[in-house]
């Protein structure tokens, strides 16, 4: 499979990946992973003759990808989906591809313990940190956390894995590496320091103590639209490089890395290939949460209900492509604090983005763990806004959207497959009421997702209230109208 991939019609590594050194052991080989920051470390080692590269870890899932990979001598293929051409990329960066379940444990441990690791990276979501997204803390009480702190030797989380290791790193006189968070959520540095450094207190308060000294934690923003592979996908990705590639995967043109220039052990210069290091990431993650994640997932729960399944189609409706640019810039906007950026200008890119007809990217898939994105994505924007006593309407609609979406019953009486690690928590407000202000009540009473405070607010109250009653009464794409023209 390696020469058959290496023949693909498409940019090929012409580096020598003998040369490679997997500084960098990354949890969580997804498909953004291999269209993000696979690609910015390929094009170092291509065009600036980098050696850095990586060993990919899959913990809980995922057997087939790393599989897949392995079958190929760890090349896959990265295609760029735009409305007018198709361009791809054979990635040669992974060294090694590993799985906790498959390879066993120690093999892992083994990896992460190798004295030339500089760096362990994370795209592993938001749930698999394990922590409240209310708060940003580790949730002591997480299956996951109360089954590893009783084996903190053998870990299941992402938190325990990344404590063994350094556990065990620091046993053997090895120094610390870099825990560098490439998910979506405000502060992610902060948010994988919180945890790590919660649960190694809990396991052992002197090597707690030795992390938050010894290890960094850089926060990132990551941007680049990469939706789930499909059979179609592959199909495609074949028919423009003449390969059949498993661990292929598409994306748009378009992508982006603003990265904390925080790390104990170097790092590679992915400056050279696009990313920009910066002091401070928290102004500029907050922009992209908020207005691009906040307006996708605004776009998936309102998109689904009406019908539509991929964010392109809601741009082929006027209303609401409308409203998202609306949310984006009067809602949105106003609550940041970032410098130099044109946010128009911003927004404006966002809707082009979302219009690709190429991307098919699927409102139910952004949908997905609604419970630990709506705070990043709504509630603090809401609380700007309440502060500030502005009108928030997109905002609450939004809110009110996630929870019609959750009620599980679409505007056809269908059933809604709800995909959120909440689930059950979720499901007993949704059971546990009656349809309108109950349900809303009961909703707003997940104190993991909505905190204590904002349920206390009137004014948020009230318009999720009102927005939640004209969704029953119109339906989505009515409503969506209404709010537009507002």
């Known amino acids: 499979m390696q020469n058959t991939l290496l023949t693909a019609k498409a940019t090929l590594p012409d580096y020598d990946r003998t040369k490679l050194v997997p500084r960098i052991v990354h949890l969580g080989f997804g498909a953004f992973h291999r269209a993000h920051q696979g690609v910015y470390t390929d094009i170092l080692a291509a065009e600036h003759n980098s050696d850095w590269g990586y060993c990919e870890v899959n913990l809980i899932g995922g057997e087939q ?3 897949d990979l392995k079958q190929q001598d760890n090349l896959y293929t990265v295609a760029e989906m735009s409305a007018d051409a198709w361009t791809s990329r054979v990635v040669g960066v992974v060294k090694r591809a590993l799985h906790a379940q498959v390879d066993g444990l120690e093999t892992v441990f083994a990896a992460l313990c190798e004295p030339q690791v500089a760096i362990v990276s994370l795209t592993i979501t938001e749930k698999g940190y394990c922590h409240a997204p209310a708060t940003g803390e580790l949730m002591l009480d997480h299956p996951l956390i109360v089954a590893d702190l009783q084996n903190p030797q053998q870990p299941k989380s992402a938190p325990g894995v990344i404590v063994e290791a350094l556990a065990r790193r620091k046993a053997a006189g090895l120094p610390a590496f870099t825990v560098m968070s490439c998910d979506n959520m405000p502060e992610n540095g902060h948010v994988v320091r919180n945890v790590v450094c919660a649960y190694a207190r809990a396991v052992d308060a002197e090597l707690g103590e030795w992390i938050a000294q010894n290890v960094t934690f850089p926060s990132t923003m990551v941007d680049r639209i990469v939706p789930a592979v499909t059979a179609d996908t592959l ?21 982006q890395w603003v990265v904390e220039d925080n ?8 400056e050279k290939a696009g990313a920009e290091l910066v002091a401070d990431v ?15 997932s605004f776009l998936a729960y309102l998109g689904y209900l009406a019908g539509y399944q991929h964010i392109n189609e809601c741009m082929e409706d006027e209303n609401y492509r409308r409203a998202a640019h609306a949310l984006m810039l009067n809602e949105q906007a106003p609550t940041l604090k970032v410098k130099g950026v044109d946010l128009a200008h ?16 699927r409102t139910w898939q ?13 509630l603090d924007s809401v609380r700007w806004h309440l502060v500030h006593n502005s009108d928030f309407s997109l905002l609450a609609l939004g809110v009110a959207a996630w929870m019609r979406y959750v009620g599980g019953v679409d505007e056809q009486g269908q059933a809604i497959e709800v995909s959120d690690p909440l689930l059950s928590t979720i499901q007993q407000a949704v059971n546990g009421s009656e349809e309108g202000e109950s349900r809303v ?14 349920p206390q607010e009137r004014a948020f109250v009230e318009r999720v209230q009102q927005a939640y009653q ?17």
């Open 65 to 67: 990808q790393i599989a």
């Open 235 to 255: 199909e495609k990705i074949e028919q423009l490089t003449g390969v059949r590639d498993p661990a292929g995967v598409a994306c748009e043109p378009f992508r």
């Open 263 to 270: 790390f104990v052990a170097g790092r590679p210069e992915w």
């Open 282 to 296: 928290v102004p500029f993650e907050e922009m992209k949460l908020r207005m691009l994640n906040g307006s996708h």
């Open 346 to 361: 911003y927004a404006d890119l966002l809707i082009a983005r979302y219009s690709n007809p190429a991307l098919r990217h």
């Open 366 to 378: 952004i949908a997905m763990d609604g419970s630990q994105k709506l705070p990043q994505r709504m």
């Open 441 to 454: 009540m009961a909703l707003l009473g997940i104190e993991a997702i909505f905190g204590k405070e904002l």
């Open 470 to 486: 004209q969704l029953l009464t119109q339906g989505a794409k009515a409503t969506v109208a209404q709010y537009a023209q507002r």
